[in-house]
Nanobody, 117 residues
Framework: EVQLVESGGGLVQPGGSLRLSCTAS????????MGWFRQAPGKEREFVAA????????NYADSVKGRFTISRADAKNTLYLQMNSLKPEDTAVYYC??????????WGQGTQVTVSS
């Protein structure tokens, strides 16, 4: 059974930083390209960042490029997202999954990020 557990979210002021973590189990994490996605209230889930197998290659949405960094620790089956210079428009629930997510993908509960003064 695929399990994805996201953590590290919280309330932060504009300009602040957070580091998200995603612990995965139930599939071959080290052999999977992985990504972070987010869903803001009233909006569809959108792509944020992706990283290839063995950390080969990264890709970012234009809205986060230069501010967010995706990384992975395959020995720990863990995916990370370092978020700097946060903006109110980054407020959303953040999810991790394989990239691209498979059809009928299982999703974790996500972690809430709120950027507000």
């Amino acid at each position: 059974e695929v399990q994805l557990v996201e953590s590290g979210g919280g309330l932060v002021q504009p300009g602040g930083s957070l580091r998200l973590s995603c612990t995965a189990s139930g599939f071959a994490f080290s052999r999977s390209a992985m990504g972070w996605f987010r869903q803001a209230p009233g909006k569809e889930r959108e792509f944020v960042a992706a990283i290839g197998r063995n950390g080969a290659g990264t890709n970012y949405a234009d809205s986060v490029k230069g501010r967010f960094t995706i990384s992975r620790a395959d020995a720990k089956n863990t995916l990370y997202l370092q978020m700097n210079s946060l903006k109110p428009e980054d407020t959303a629930v953040y999810y991790c999954n394989a990239n691209p997510p498979p059809p009928r993908a299982s999703w974790g509960q996500g972690t809430q990020v709120t950027v507000s003064s």
